[in-house]
């Protein structure tokens, strides 16, 4: 029989990475709560039609479509086989796949929002803590399953919320003890873009071929340009708009003297310059009044080659990338100020950002960050020596995990060797040995497995002992 194995761009995760991953999962559910968020959870699969439409034409490719139950009964079978073809070539039939797996947390966030906003509180904040399935190619810090962590707030305008987003980016990297840079750009500055080169249908052939700038080069990124329709002067704007450089204020400026800026403003009709303008400006305030907030953090840095492919997005944008590292984003998102209106419920703003933790993940490994107690579920390790000792050993196994100190009892009377090696194996840090001739002078026996000292504490102090050593 062949060795079972696992899909593609999936994974087991033993002991060791889990206490890891929760390490994660902690250090952001404190700083979202610290925050005033509020968790929330949506099921694993949604009706296909509250996914298809929102993630672009090549997110709806990496949906993970779910077969309807039933498909063998008699009467759905012809159905099924001649639609079958259809459904694989990408097309959807509602009798065949009704659901799909979410892609993301945001559009299922949305409908929810969208189908309780009368009994919301607004203002909502909310964090959200899942995983979700994209049909995509597995590599190097890309899963087809993998968790995110989101939050967002919904029924505001102000962009105070995205300052506070921002913070809470930097305070959890700071946390983590990843250096980290938070990109930022704003759509209307893309849009503008898309103005320039022709008209605003462009914008999401633009931001799909920009966004890829990091991962396959400006070359192809000109070649996917031309393959969608945009022609030689179109491309030279976009090279132009991506070649500014310089500090923050220094690549508002130029952007704001650009031949881009030009290009808009000769491309546009008189009665409709003047909006054009004022978007434009509207996206460079934004980000100035974020960046205001933080006038010496040199983690910011405005990044006008970000587009954040989905359509979704409206205003300010985030990206954020490790430093060090050859990684991709570890985390992202934007605001959407009618996402909701997509399910029936209009002008309901909101903003958002995701943490990568799988890339988190992978990138504290690759670093070493993990300090070396994440590791340790058990700490005490009681030695099992027979029917004599065991029942005082239970008691006192009670009072340490009564007193919060992880600890386990060794269930069989069986060799110390073998005792050992499960404490090497589990990285027990203590070991404790309490025998017939230490019950008889009430004194214990305590080994540091990590230095090999060993020392000797009486067992009624045994708890405050415990609690001393663990500190």
């Known amino acids: ?46 009706n296909l039609e509250t996914l298809l439409g929102k993630y ?71 964090y ?33 919320n995205e ?26 500055i893309l849009a503008g873009l898309a ?43 976009v090279q132009a708009y991506l070649a500014i450089q310089g500090t923050n204020e220094e690549k508002l400026e130029q952007l704001k003297r650009s031949f881009v800026y030009q290009s808009i403003q000769a491309l546009a009709s008189p009665d409709s310059n003047d909006k054009i303008d004022r978007s434009l400006e509207q996206g460079i305030q934004d980000i100035r009044y974020l960046l205001s907030f ?35 984003s570890i985390g992202g998102g934007g605001r959407y100020d009618d996402l909701t209106g997509l399910f029936g419920v209009p002008d309901i703003p909101g903003v958002g950002i995701s943490f990568g933790v799988d890339r988190i993940y992978d990138v504290m490994e690759e670093l070493k960050l993990f300090p070396a107690t994440v590791q340790h579920s058990t700490e005490f390790l009681f030695f099992n020596l027979g029917l004599e000792t065991v029942s005082t050993c239970f008691e006192l196994l009670q009072q340490f995990r009564s007193a919060g100190i992880r600890s386990e009892l060794y269930p069989e009377q069986t060799k ?21 001739e230490e019950l ?3 004194i214990a026996k305590i080994k540091n497995l990590e230095t090999g000292v060993q020392e000797e504490c009486g067992l009624g102090e045994l708890v405050l002992y415990a609690e001393k050593l663990n500190r």
């Open 294 to 328: 933080f006038p010496a953090s040199e983690n910011i840095v405005v990044d006008l080659s970000l587009a954040r492919g989905l359509n979704y997005y409206t205003g300010i944008i985030f990206e954020i990338r490790a430093r060090h590292i050859s990684m991709g």
């Open 128 to 160: 959200q803590i899942q995983p979700v399935w994209r049909a995509d190619r597995p590599q190097k810090g890309r899963y087809r399953e993998f968790f995110q962590c989101d939050a967002d707030v919904v029924g505001s305008r102000s962009l105070l």
């Open 56 to 126: 672009g034409e090549e997110g709806d490719k990496l949906l993970f479509k779910i077969l309807n139950n039933g498909l063998d009964h008699a009467s759905k079978k012809d159905t099924a086989l001649a639609e079958f073809e259809k459904i694989l070539a990408g097309k959807n039939n509602k009798h065949i796949t009704g659901r799909a797996l979410r892609y993301d947390l945001t559009i299922p966030f949305a409908r929810y929002v969208a189908t309780h906003h009368n009994e919301l509180a607004f203002p909502f904040k909310r």
């Open 416 to 436: 110390f060797d073998r005792q050992f090696k499960y404490a090497e194996k589990k990285k027990i840090p203590f070991i404790i040995i309490i025998g017939t």
């Open 195 to 237: 103005m320039a080169c022709g008209g605003a249908d462009k914008l999401i052939s633009i931001t799909t071929a920009i966004d890829k700038l990091d991962k396959i080069g400006l070359d192809k990124v000109k070649m996917e340009l031309a393959e969608k329709g945009l022609g030689v002067k179109e491309i030279s704007i």
């Open 1 to 46: 029989m062949s060795k079972p194995g696992l899909p593609q761009g999936t994974r087991d995760f033993g002991s060791e990475t889990v206490h890891k991953r929760q390490f994660i999962f902690q250090i952001i559910r404190k700083v979202f709560e610290l925050s005033g968020f509020e968790p929330l959870e949506t099921p694993a699969m949604e």
């Open 163 to 188: 300052v506070e987003l921002t913070q809470i980016y930097l305070d959890v990297f700071r946390q983590l003890n990843i250096e980290v840079e938070v990109h930022i750009n704003h759509r209307k």
């Open 440 to 442: 008889k002078t009430g």
